[in-house]
């Protein structure tokens, strides 16, 4: 039943503007239509959301007199007084997203609680109106010319594909969220999304594809925490997608708490912990992890845009999550082989100047990973993987200097399925796509054909470095950072890996192309190739005194 909040509830609650762009209408009305029990939710957007947003649910819907109050300021059915904000189990609590939503657009809200006849409210510059509606259980929700009254706020929106992507976003993290409640995103009358509400996986497989999908392990882990003296259960669920297949961007670890999709550091950074070494360094895991516990545990009232809760155990919660991801990973087969690209005869090949490591010598290697080095009284222990791809990044960069990446043609085409936000990111920046090496054609739904692929120095690149290049682009990158991004991955691709044995001549090879390098203390992404111990560590350590032959 709909109720209006007394002025202490309203006090208590840290309430902040709720709409300030498409993608925060269609998120208020998802969390409305979760709240009431929705199992299909399917969302029609026109334009960039300004026009129209419609979202509809087969919920338990509202009766006339709760339609005709809901679009009133602080109205709600979810919140009893002001002792009911600490311990919200809801998503929307605040009362105030459908009149904030009327006062900056046309307003139609159409529902039936399951009653012989629905409702239709309709809210326009002010004015309310209440008729009778023919629907089926549930609510529809309907924004029109939104900001139509704030030509400012319209303004400053970004464009169209941008503003489509951010949507995308929002509910493909809800329905990842909630993987049994089926969802559907249309754009411009074409279905660009959908799920089918029958679990993590096959949530997955709408979002990113049955390649990914069929790489993955869905987990649930059961546990108690202590709070205020008491056990409190919480359980942990979702799925890990294989670290065989990583991302460049730790967005695409999905976090949700009490159904709720946010973007919890807590949570993700528990989450790549539970990885552990399985993941290679800069490489982030596609992953969805949902946590439920006691709403005693979890203030969501700590956000004025209800965009992150604080955990009132949050070390214990953490602790949970790690150990739950890492359980999953252990008892899941993890087996993959793949080639190693080493092309060690060009990119060693000296570049004949003056090397800093002329007068190092190449004494061993040590767990085939790292090379061991006489440098006059130092030890010099030298991480091959990041050295060689150094190397690799200095060499492509000089080779590719004022240029256009080099591309070429994949035949047969790629089909690739991509997620919401992935292909919003391809319409949006198919020009610097392609002057990266790129060309992809619509193949319907979230779907694209991969035709060329950046091919820098004769290394042709894989799908994998698409979605690295779409999450850069996602991340607000410029074209040339972007550009230096990708030399970046490019190099990291083939170069040497934990497990390759090197040659004398090899291992002599790849020192002495180091020291040529403009910066060879570090790899590209800013890890150090070369570590120094001194000897008089080692004397210390064996407490030699200050003599060798002692």
Request: glycine content about 8%; aromatic content about 4%; some cysteine.
């Amino acid at each position: 039943m709909i109720s209006r909040l007394d002025s202490e509830t309203i006090a208590k609650i840290a309430a902040g503007e709720v709409v300030t762009r498409p993608a925060s209408v269609v998120t208020e009305l998802i969390e409305n239509s979760l709240d009431a029990g929705a199992t299909r939710i399917d969302v029609t957007v026109d334009g960039n959301g300004t026009e129209r947003i419609r979202v509809a649910d087969d919920g338990e819907g509202m009766s006339e007199d709760d339609a005709a109050l809901a679009v009133d300021r602080h109205t709600t059915s979810k919140l009893d007084g002001p002792d009911g904000v600490d311990a919200v189990d809801t998503l929307g609590f605040r009362g105030e997203a459908l009149p904030s939503m009327a006062s900056v657009a046309t307003l139609d809200v159409t529902t039936n609680d399951g009653g012989p006849r629905g409702t239709r409210v309709r809210v326009e510059n002010g004015q309310k109106r209440v008729d009778p509606a023919g629907r089926a259980v549930g609510t529809t929700v309907e924004v029109r010319d939104l900001f139509h009254n704030r030509p400012a706020r319209r303004k400053s929106l970004a464009a169209t594909r941008t503003e489509f992507g951010r949507i995308s976003d929002v509910v493909t993290r809800y329905a990842l969220a909630n993987p049994h409640t089926r969802f559907s995103l249309t754009h411009d009358g074409r279905e660009t999304f959908k799920t089918t509400g029958t679990g993590y996986t096959d949530a997955v497989l709408g979002a990113y594809g049955r390649d990914v999908a069929g790489q993955s392990t869905e987990f649930d882990h059961r546990t108690t925490v202590e709070f205020d003296e008491r056990e409190h259960a919480l359980e942990i669920e979702g799925l890990l997608v294989y670290p065989s297949i990583t991302r460049a961007q730790h967005t695409h670890v999905h976090t949700a708490v009490n159904g709720r999709a946010l973007r919890d550091e807590v949570i993700r950074k528990a989450t790549v912990r539970g990885y552990g070494n399985l993941l290679s360094n800069n490489r982030f895991p596609i992953a969805v992890v949902a946590v439920s516990l006691s709403p005693a545990l979890v203030d969501a009232n700590v956000h004025p845009a209800k965009a992150r809760v604080t955990f009132r155990t949050e070390s214990a919660v953490a602790d949970a999550v790690e150990t739950a991801v890492n359980d999953a990973l252990t008892t899941a087969d993890l087996r993959r082989s793949a080639a190693v690209a080493m092309d060690l005869d060009s990119s060693l090949a000296s570049v004949s100047k003056e090397s800093e490591f002329d007068e190092v010598n190449v004494i061993g290697q040590f767990r085939e990973l790292y090379l061991l080095c006489e440098a006059d009284d130092d030890l010099l222990v030298v991480d091959q993987h990041a050295a060689h791809e150094r190397i690799n990044y200095e060499r492509l960069r000089a080779a590719l200097d004022g240029e256009e990446i080099e591309s070429v043609d994949v035949d047969p085409a790629q089909t690739l399925s991509l997620s919401p936000p992935e292909a919003a990111a391809v319409e949006s920046h198919r020009e610097t796509l392609s002057k990266l090496g790129f060309d992809l054609d619509p193949f319907g739904g979230s779907a694209f054909r991969l035709t060329a692929v950046p091919a820098p120095l004769g290394r042709v690149l894989d799908a994998d470095a698409l979605r690295d290049t779409l999450d850069t682009l996602r991340a607000g990158a410029k074209p040339d950072e972007l550009r230096d991004e990708l030399l970046k991955d490019f190099a990291c691709h083939p170069s040497l890996k934990a497990g390759d044995t090197l040659s004398g001549e090899d291992a002599t090879a790849l020192l002495r192309r180091l020291g040529e390098c403009d910066q060879p203390y570090a790899c590209p992404h800013g890890r150090p190739t070369v570590l120094s111990i001194e000897e008089e560590a080692l004397v210390r350590g064996f407490q030699r005194g200050q003599s060798r032959l002692a």
